[in-house]
């Protein structure tokens, strides 16, 4: 849903990316759903391995697990968002870690 949101908001290129292929083919059948095709391609990948995909984004966009189940799978996350040299990255991360993201983003 966020590359569909970003796709419709106009950016150019998006591309969406999930470990979960059942996910990408839900991701997939919602835009398919949309009269004039989306401009987004889609990419099975574990993220902490999206620097091999030789990737560069201007914004990131992501919604990563809490890390509750696993801890520290937020802060993967946003290593590899960072890994993609962006210009901007939204996160939607659980408040309690605020302060923690923000410390670590200042260094």
């Known amino acids: 849903m966020l590359a569909i949101g970003a796709a419709l908001l106009g950016s150019p290129c998006v591309i969406g990316v ?3 292929e059942d996910a990408l ?4 059948g919602n835009c398919q759903q949309f ?5 987004i391609d889609f990419i099975m990948c574990d993220v902490t391995q999206i620097h091999r995909q030789r990737l560069h984004a201007d914004t990131v966009i992501m ?30 991360n659980k408040s309690s870690t605020r302060r923690y993201i923000q410390k670590l983003a200042l260094k």
């Open 63 to 92: 919604n990563p697990p809490f890390g509750t189940k696993l801890k520290g799978a937020d802060m993967q996350f946003l290593r590899a968002a960072c890994s993609l040299r962006p210009k901007q990255i939204y996160s939607l």
């Open 35 to 39: 009269e004039d095709p989306l401009p």
């Open 18 to 20: 999930d470990v979960d």
């Open 25 to 28: 083919d839900v991701a997939l």
